[in-house]
């Protein structure tokens, strides 16, 4: 899994370390995501499926893609569609994404790297794999994530950022057993490049065969752990989970996880995307590509989508 990573773990800086009168979270609840088909037909899992929304709040939606060894002609994406009201954040961990959008916004998305798009009032967009990607085919592994704007932030202007995968900050734990990434808000001293509109964190951790880890987490914050490769365990019981399960995690200071001693040949270590993020608390009416607080809003943005007011696909697109 080639997320940006280092050699010697003990080089990097250490995690906040648990104080002792901190909690550890209990996890309420595990699920595990279906598959489906996203885009022109691409394989993703939906990560949120039987999450309560209460639990999610303020995220409406993950995809994991892939992970796929697609063949030469395989590869496929998305095409030109619109957004309103959310932020979309695309992590690719293997694997190279177009992005393309209304407002100039555009680059590759490769191993590691992040494209965190600001729809607010309104974008067209489109992903899709390179030209080189689909005529060779290759590995293509990543998430989508879809972050809830507040009402007041619902019809900002749209904005764009382009994260590089060394631009995210690097941990580690006591032992050297972890590698931390800090793709978005904040892990103690540590900070992502993601700038947010809703305070989040977002980490993607590497955890070694056998390896423990105790994260301190915003107690404010809820707390979402997703395992995009391997197995272990969660919380302080030692809950099993594994590759496409999710664990909701409640009440407490920090996150316990444990990697297993044995890991399948087709990882090194149990990949975990941990979520976080400030409760909105607010109506959430969502449908296809738009979410907002109510039905006349949606109602208002198919409206507005249909009369072009969402943005105009550029000449030189893709």
Same mark, same amino acid.
């Given at each position: 899994?080639?997320?940006?990573?280092?050699?010697n773990?003990?080089?990097?800086?250490?995690?906040?370390?648990?104080?002792t009168?901190?909690?550890?979270?209990?996890?309420k609840?595990?699920?595990?995501?279906?598959?489906?088909?996203e885009?022109?037909?691409?394989?993703?899992?939906?990560?949120?499926?039987?999450?309560d929304?209460?639990?999610?709040?303020?995220?409406?939606? %993950?995809?994991?893609?892939?992970?796929?060894?697609?063949?030469?002609g395989?590869?496929?994406?998305t095409? =030109?569609?619109?957004?309103r009201?959310?932020?979309?954040?695309t992590?690719?961990?293997?694997?190279?994404f %177009?992005?393309?959008?209304s407002?100039?916004?555009?680059?590759?998305?490769?191993?590691?790297?992040?494209? =965190?798009? $600001?729809?607010?009032?309104?974008?067209?967009?489109?992903?899709?794999?390179?030209?080189?990607?689909?005529d060779?085919?290759?590995?293509?592994?990543?998430?989508q994530? =879809?972050?809830?704007?507040?009402?007041?932030l619902?019809m $900002?202007?749209p904005?764009?950022?382009?994260?590089?995968?060394?631009?995210?900050?690097?941990? $580690?734990n006591?032992?050297?057993?972890?590698?931390?990434?800090?793709?978005?808000g904040?892990?103690?001293?540590?900070?992502?490049?993601?700038? $947010?509109?809703? &305070?989040?964190?977002?980490?993607?951790?590497?955890?070694?065969?056998?390896?423990?880890?105790a994260?301190?987490?915003? &107690?404010a914050?809820?707390?979402?752990?997703?395992?995009?490769?391997?197995q272990?365990?969660?919380? %302080?019981?030692?809950?099993?989970?594994?590759?496409g399960?999710?664990?909701?995690?409640?009440?407490?200071?920090?996150?316990?996880?444990s990697?297993?001693?044995?890991?399948?040949?087709?990882?090194?270590?149990?990949?975990?995307?941990?979520?976080?993020?400030?409760?909105?608390r607010?109506?959430?009416?969502?449908?296809?590509?738009?979410?907002?607080?109510t039905?006349?809003? %949606?109602q208002?943005?198919?409206?507005?989508y249909?009369a072009?007011?969402?943005?105009?696909?550029?000449?030189?697109?893709?």
């Amino acid at each position: 899994m080639p997320a940006i990573t280092v050699e010697n773990p003990l080089e990097l800086p250490r995690v906040v370390m648990a104080l002792t009168t901190d909690r550890p979270r209990r996890v309420k609840s595990i699920t595990t995501a279906p598959r489906g088909l996203e885009g022109e037909g691409f394989p993703v899992r939906r990560a949120f499926a039987g999450i309560d929304l209460a639990d999610l709040d303020p995220f409406v939606h %993950l995809d994991q893609m892939g992970e796929i060894d697609y063949g030469p002609g395989e590869p496929k994406g998305t095409p =030109w569609h619109p957004h309103r009201g959310f932020e979309t954040v695309t992590y690719m961990i293997e694997g190279t994404f %177009l992005h393309q959008d209304s407002i100039g916004g555009g680059g590759m998305i490769q191993n590691g790297a992040t494209q =965190w798009m $600001t729809a607010g009032a309104g974008i067209l967009h489109i992903e899709r794999p390179p030209d080189a990607l689909i005529d060779s085919g290759g590995l293509f592994h990543g998430i989508q994530l =879809w972050v809830n704007l507040p009402a007041r932030l619902k019809m $900002t202007n749209p904005r764009y950022q382009d994260i590089e995968a060394e631009s995210v900050s690097l941990l $580690t734990n006591e032992n050297g057993d972890a590698i931390i990434r800090v793709i978005a808000g904040t892990l103690g001293d540590a900070a992502g490049p993601g700038s $947010t509109h809703t &305070p989040i964190t977002i980490v993607h951790v590497s955890l070694s065969p056998g390896g423990q880890l105790a994260l301190p987490w915003n &107690p404010a914050y809820n707390a979402l752990t997703y395992v995009l490769a391997g197995q272990g365990t969660v919380g %302080l019981d030692r809950h099993a989970i594994g590759e496409g399960q999710m664990a909701v995690h409640v009440d407490g200071d920090f996150l316990v996880l444990s990697a297993n001693e044995a890991q399948d040949s087709r990882t090194q270590a149990f990949e975990v995307l941990i979520l976080g993020g400030e409760p909105i608390r607010e109506p959430v009416a969502h449908y296809g590509p738009f979410v907002m607080n109510t039905k006349a809003e %949606l109602q208002q943005a198919f409206e507005d989508y249909q009369a072009g007011r969402l943005g105009q696909i550029p000449a030189d697109h893709i």
